[in-house]
Protein backbone atom coordinates (compact mmCIF):
# COMPACT_ATOMS: atom_id res chain seq x y z
CA UNK A 1 0.00 0.00 0.00
CA UNK A 2 1.33 3.48 -0.92
CA UNK A 3 0.61 6.59 1.19
CA UNK A 4 0.61 10.06 0.25
CA UNK A 5 0.89 13.24 2.45
CA UNK A 6 0.80 16.58 0.99
CA UNK A 7 1.92 19.70 2.63
CA UNK A 8 2.74 23.37 2.31
CA UNK A 9 -0.57 24.90 1.30
CA UNK A 10 -1.93 28.42 3.33
CA UNK A 11 -3.02 31.59 2.49
CA UNK A 12 -1.21 33.19 0.30
CA UNK A 13 -1.35 37.50 -1.67
CA UNK A 14 -1.83 37.37 -5.18
CA UNK A 15 1.24 37.26 -6.85
CA UNK A 16 2.76 35.26 -4.28
CA UNK A 17 4.15 32.03 -4.45
CA UNK A 18 3.83 28.71 -2.47
CA UNK A 19 5.92 25.34 -2.70
CA UNK A 20 3.79 22.64 -2.15
CA UNK A 21 5.45 18.77 -1.01
CA UNK A 22 4.07 15.29 -1.23
CA UNK A 23 5.82 12.36 0.55
CA UNK A 24 5.03 8.99 -0.09
CA UNK A 25 5.56 5.84 2.11
CA UNK A 26 5.19 2.32 1.00
CA UNK A 27 6.54 0.13 -1.72
CA UNK A 28 9.68 1.61 -1.55
CA UNK A 29 11.01 -0.52 -4.68
CA UNK A 30 8.21 1.47 -6.94
CA UNK A 31 8.94 4.68 -8.54
CA UNK A 32 5.58 6.46 -10.01
CA UNK A 33 4.90 8.93 -12.18
CA UNK A 34 3.20 11.78 -9.98
CA UNK A 35 0.49 14.07 -10.80
CA UNK A 36 -0.85 17.49 -9.66
CA UNK A 37 -4.47 17.92 -9.52
CA UNK A 38 -6.60 20.88 -8.15
CA UNK A 39 -10.78 21.21 -7.18
CA UNK A 40 -11.32 24.57 -7.18
CA UNK A 41 -14.54 25.58 -4.84
CA UNK A 42 -17.47 24.75 -6.71
CA UNK A 43 -15.21 22.90 -9.60
CA UNK A 44 -14.61 19.75 -10.72
CA UNK A 45 -10.98 18.22 -9.92
CA UNK A 46 -8.48 19.50 -13.08
CA UNK A 47 -5.05 18.01 -14.27
CA UNK A 48 -2.65 20.67 -12.95
CA UNK A 49 1.36 19.09 -13.57
CA UNK A 50 2.76 15.69 -13.82
CA UNK A 51 6.42 14.60 -13.78
CA UNK A 52 8.08 11.03 -15.16
CA UNK A 53 9.34 8.31 -12.53
CA UNK A 54 12.72 9.85 -12.93
CA UNK A 55 11.90 13.46 -13.88
CA UNK A 56 12.78 13.75 -17.39
CA UNK A 57 9.26 13.95 -19.00
CA UNK A 58 6.67 17.11 -17.58
CA UNK A 59 3.64 18.23 -18.09
CA UNK A 60 1.29 21.25 -17.31
CA UNK A 61 -1.82 22.45 -17.60
CA UNK A 62 -2.30 25.51 -20.11
CA UNK A 63 -3.38 27.89 -17.15
CA UNK A 64 -0.24 27.46 -14.98
CA UNK A 65 2.28 26.99 -17.51
CA UNK A 66 4.86 29.32 -17.02
CA UNK A 67 4.44 30.20 -13.64
CA UNK A 68 4.08 26.46 -11.77
CA UNK A 69 7.03 24.29 -11.86
CA UNK A 70 7.22 20.34 -10.74
CA UNK A 71 9.95 18.35 -9.66
CA UNK A 72 11.19 15.54 -7.69
CA UNK A 73 13.27 14.23 -4.98
CA UNK A 74 13.04 10.00 -5.32
CA UNK A 75 15.86 10.04 -2.81
CA UNK A 76 13.34 11.49 -0.75
CA UNK A 77 10.61 10.12 -1.97
CA UNK A 78 9.04 13.93 -2.43
CA UNK A 79 7.25 14.85 -5.35
CA UNK A 80 7.07 19.35 -5.26
CA UNK A 81 4.85 21.49 -6.78
CA UNK A 82 6.52 25.21 -7.25
CA UNK A 83 3.99 27.59 -7.64
CA UNK A 84 4.83 31.59 -8.81
CA UNK A 85 3.14 34.30 -9.36
CA UNK A 86 -0.17 32.67 -7.97
CA UNK A 87 -3.46 34.16 -8.99
CA UNK A 88 -7.02 34.08 -7.32
CA UNK A 89 -8.27 31.56 -9.90
CA UNK A 90 -5.47 29.03 -8.40
CA UNK A 91 -7.44 28.96 -5.13
CA UNK A 92 -8.45 25.07 -4.61
CA UNK A 93 -7.44 22.21 -2.67
CA UNK A 94 -4.57 20.63 -4.46
CA UNK A 95 -3.88 16.94 -4.53
CA UNK A 96 -0.54 14.84 -5.53
CA UNK A 97 -1.55 11.60 -7.15
CA UNK A 98 0.56 8.30 -8.51
CA UNK A 99 0.04 7.06 -11.42
CA UNK A 100 -0.39 3.48 -12.27
CA UNK A 101 3.09 2.17 -13.39
CA UNK A 102 1.39 -0.44 -15.98
CA UNK A 103 0.63 2.67 -18.11
CA UNK A 104 2.59 3.95 -21.17
CA UNK A 105 3.66 7.69 -20.13
CA UNK A 106 1.99 10.36 -21.95
CA UNK A 107 -0.12 13.10 -22.08
CA UNK A 108 -3.14 11.59 -22.50
CA UNK A 109 -2.71 9.45 -19.47
CA UNK A 110 -0.67 12.00 -17.16
CA UNK A 111 -3.82 14.10 -17.23
CA UNK A 112 -6.51 11.58 -16.64
CA UNK A 113 -7.35 11.54 -13.52
CA UNK A 114 -8.55 8.15 -13.66
CA UNK A 115 -5.51 6.26 -14.52
CA UNK A 116 -3.70 7.19 -11.02
CA UNK A 117 -4.47 4.71 -8.46
CA UNK A 118 -3.15 6.38 -5.30
CA UNK A 119 -4.25 9.58 -4.19
CA UNK A 120 -3.55 12.24 -0.93
CA UNK A 121 -5.61 13.83 1.04
CA UNK A 122 -5.34 17.15 -0.17
CA UNK A 123 -3.68 20.68 1.33
CA UNK A 124 -6.23 23.82 0.49
CA UNK A 125 -4.41 26.89 -1.26
CA UNK A 126 -6.12 30.16 -0.66
CA UNK A 127 -4.99 33.04 -3.06
CA UNK A 128 -6.48 36.39 -1.66
CA UNK A 129 -6.64 39.39 -4.29
Known amino acids: QVQLVESGGGLVQAGGSLRLSCVKS????????MGWFRRPPGKEREFVSG????????DYADSVKGRFTVSRDNARNTVYLHMNSLEFEDTAVYYC??????????????????????WGQGTQVTVSS
Open 97 to 118: AALSPTLPLTRATMSNQNEYVY
Open 26 to 33: GRPGTIYA
Open 51 to 58: ISWNGDFT
